[in-house]
């Protein structure tokens, strides 16, 4: 780990100052994913800014009946929260399917967001790696790519997103609320946070430099059947082949995220106005235009035989 200096936060508007003026600077909560990456020199910040006593630990109804989670609340009290297991149970069940407990209690809700990818060849200094380093080029294209992309792809990642929760955010129509270093806000919807590898697969959200997420807003609850189910290679600690974030309302129609399979959490607004009674329509629309490689074509079809098993539960 290189040498790096370190402040406390006294505001909210200090730190995306403060990380605004060193474009070296990194945000440090519970430092889950941050800490490994420094001790492997992938990430190297020069500066890091503590904002864990910022306040922004509570979750709080809203005037229309949603939720503002702060960006501090750990996984573990996001999950059990009363509110959330009652009204947004696809979200808890996501959370307690990523990680280990020791994990989720000390990972932020914003720290989930901005997870970076698990592809080994990222984690690995050895190989060339566009998100790690531009323009060096993709090893996993050509490479042992089963983990990897299937769909939102480009010539330069097929990296995937790890999050568990940000695709029940991404079901749950959820939005980031962030503050830049002039003081000004803005709100982020989920869908726009993140972004497609493009030519710039480093660049991962739509985040500029110094603006510092507040808090994730959830919109008034839908109801429906709220199921999440994660299909990986063994039954715990271990990030997803794929995912899939379903909301079934009783007359059939819905809502429908999957993980695993991009580099952002996916949803087609477009395929959930298919989402009847089967399963096949929808994950052809879920995955048009999907690219797979050799190793991980097996994806598109364990996703339709996922999302067919979420319908069959959601029907009892």
Excluded at 22 to 35: D, E, H, R, S, V
Aim: glycine share 10%.
């Amino acid at each position: 780990m290189r040498a790096f200096t370190f402040e406390r936060a006294a505001s909210v508007e200090a730190a995306a100052k403060s990380a605004a003026a060193n474009p070296q600077a990194k945000f440090i909560a519970g430092g889950t994913n941050l800490l490994d990456l420094m001790k492997l020199e992938i990430e190297t910040p020069t500066h890091l800014i503590d904002v864990n006593g910022l306040g922004l630990d509570t979750i709080e109804p809203t005037p229309d009946g949603g939720l503002r989670i702060g960006a501090l609340v750990r996984n573990t009290e996001l999950a059990a929260d009363q509110r959330v297991r009652r009204d947004y149970g696809l979200l808890s069940r996501a959370l307690l399917a990523g990680a280990s407990g020791q994990l989720r209690n000390k990972a932020t809700t914003a720290g989930n967001l901005l997870q970076r990818t698990r592809c080994p060849y990222f984690y690995d200094t050895n190989q060339p790696c566009n998100k790690r380093t531009p323009g060096s080029g993709c090893s996993a294209i050509g490479g042992y790519s089963r983990q990897h992309a299937v769909i939102g792809v480009s010539d330069a990642c097929i990296a995937t997103h790890p999050s568990d929760m940000a695709i029940a955010m991404r079901a749950l129509d959820a939005v980031v609320e962030t503050t830049k270093a002039d003081g000004t806000t803005r709100s982020i919807p989920i869908a726009d946070f993140h972004r497609l590898p493009g030519e710039t697969p480093h660049i991962e959200t739509a985040l500029e430099q110094g603006e510092f997420i507040t808090a994730v807003v959830l919109p008034p609850p839908i109801g429906g059947k709220q199921i999440y189910r994660k299909v990986r290679d063994r039954a715990s600690y271990a990030f997803a082949l794929i995912s899939v974030a379903a909301v079934i309302q009783p007359d059939g129609t819905g809502r429908v995220a999957v993980g695993g399979v991009a580099h952002k959490p996916w949803r087609v607004e477009d395929a959930d106005a298919q989402l009847k009674s089967g399963a096949r329509p929808t994950a052809q629309a879920l995955l048009s235009g999907a690219r797979p490689t050799e190793q991980n074509s097996f994806k598109v079809t364990l996703v339709e035989r996922t999302l067919g098993a979420v319908l069959a539960e959601a029907k009892g």
